[in-house]
């Protein structure tokens, strides 16, 4: 299955964590990214295009810094990051030289994916860089990112980049071999899981959190991960980055880690980037019929169905849609600001010219832009 899989990937991204690229004293070790950056330049030579998700700056420059732990406030994480992105900059370009390959970096906040037009301009950066045969580093601009506009992970960074960069595979480098049926660092027994066919609830159950010094994503972001890269198409291979020639291994369909299949139905681009990349900022309730039109006939939401409004958005603003029992079952964006959608809750399309005195349309949120969840 791997091998047949393998043979339509020709882009891949590879998340690499902060655990697999730091040695026990916290700082960068770069044994293991000259062999990372070895098998970059097999895939390299294959043929393949690579995109890199690397953790490491903070630690990095944790150590410089001094500091015995990880540390606690923003300005100290910034202040970490600012020293250690370009440490790891020189680690990864140092290690690719000899191959004679380079590296450019590529800072991120979700602000510049969430705007569209940025999201655009990532992408045929990216591609530009492919084009020329260099390496892009991706990693979050830690040095000036506040919580509001924070991805929260590199796992989850690394599931938008395979959508940014139209990606056919997400590898993701961790500390343990794969998936486990129990956390391996605390139960003897627990056992490792070569192929997720779906990620059901008793799979995310079975996700544990972090309990590191270093990273700041355990193996349940690393599953939300490759849940989000799923719904976008794309399988994740999940391996133990400390082992040598790993990355070649599994792009050779070796079996290794964990595979998780995508799901059957994937979404196109720009509906998982409503899905996953947007932030809502508001509540749109509505009745049951409208539920069961949206979930079953794929019908656009009118101002009939919705119940009552919540929060604050702007017109083009994404919002969450949410049953009578307040469950949220899509994501959209309206046409509607959240006062004119609230004055419309409840009426006819028909009356929308005479309630505001102008009409955007008949539909509250179009098919077009809304995403079952």
Same mark, same amino acid.
């Given at each position: ?21 730091? %040695? ?13 950056? @070895? ?12 995109? &890199?998700?690397?953790? =490491? ?5 944790? +150590?410089?810094?001094?500091?015995? $732990? ?16 370009? *440490? ?9 030289? #000899? ?24 992408? !045929?950066?990216? %591609? !530009? ?6 390496? #892009? ?9 506040? %919580? ?9 960074? +690394? ?24 956390? #391996?660092?605390?139960? #003897? ?13 008793? &799979?995310? @159950? ?32 999940? &391996?133990? =980055?400390? @082992? ?24 196109? /681009? ?7 990349? *947007? ?7 509505? %009745?049951?019929?409208?539920?069961? &039109? ?13 119940? /009552?409004?919540?929060? @604050?958005? $702007? ?12 469950? $949220? ?13 609230? /004055? ?30």
């Amino acid at each position: 299955m791997r091998k047949e899989l393998l043979k339509t990937v020709k882009r891949v991204v590879i998340k690499i964590g902060s655990r697999v690229l730091t %040695d026990a004293d916290g700082a960068l070790d770069l044994a293991v990214i000259g062999r990372i950056c @070895r098998d970059l330049a097999t895939l390299h030579n294959r043929h393949l295009q690579v995109v &890199v998700v690397s953790s =490491g700056a903070i630690a990095a420059g944790r +150590s410089e810094l001094g500091l015995t $732990e990880k540390p606690r406030t923003i300005p100290h994480k910034q202040a970490a990051a600012a020293i250690g992105q370009s *440490l790891l900059m020189r680690a990864y370009e140092e290690a690719l030289e #000899p191959h004679g390959l380079k590296a450019a970096q590529i800072l991120l906040t979700s602000e510049d994916l969430v705007n569209r037009q940025r999201f655009l301009n990532a992408r !045929a950066t990216m %591609d !530009a860089l492919l084009g020329f045969g260099i390496i #892009p580093v991706i990693n979050e601009n830690d040095t000036v990112v506040v %919580d509001e506009i924070k991805f929260g992970d590199n796992d989850n960074l +690394s599931a938008l980049v395979t959508n940014v960069a139209e990606a056919h595979l997400l590898l993701i480098l961790t500390d343990i071999e794969g998936f486990y049926s129990a956390d #391996p660092h605390h139960d #003897p027994e627990a056992r490792l899981i070569p192929l997720v066919k779906g990620i059901t609830r008793e &799979v995310e @159950r079975a996700a544990g959190g972090s309990d590191s010094t270093v990273g700041t994503g355990g193996m349940a972001t690393k599953v939300a991960a490759a849940k989000k890269a799923g719904k976008n198409g794309v399988p994740t291979i999940m &391996v133990d =980055g400390k @082992r040598d020639g790993i990355i070649a291994a599994a792009l050779r369909g070796d079996e290794v880690g964990t595979l998780f299949l995508p799901a059957a139905v994937g979404l196109n /681009r720009r509906k998982h980037w409503i899905a996953y990349t *947007l932030k809502p900022s508001g509540r749109v309730v509505v %009745d049951e019929g409208a539920r069961e &039109v949206l979930l079953k006939r794929g019908k656009s939401l009118l101002p009939s169905g919705v119940v /009552r409004v919540e929060g @604050r958005f $702007e017109r083009g603003g994404c919002v969450r849609i949410c049953g009578p029992d307040g469950v $949220e079952f899509a994501r959209g964006l309206s046409d509607y600001s959240s006062a004119e959608a609230a /004055r419309l809750a409840g009426k006819k399309s028909s009356q929308i010219d005479a309630i505001l005195g102008y009409h955007y349309g008949d539909v509250i949120i179009h098919r077009d832009n809304l995403v079952v969840l």
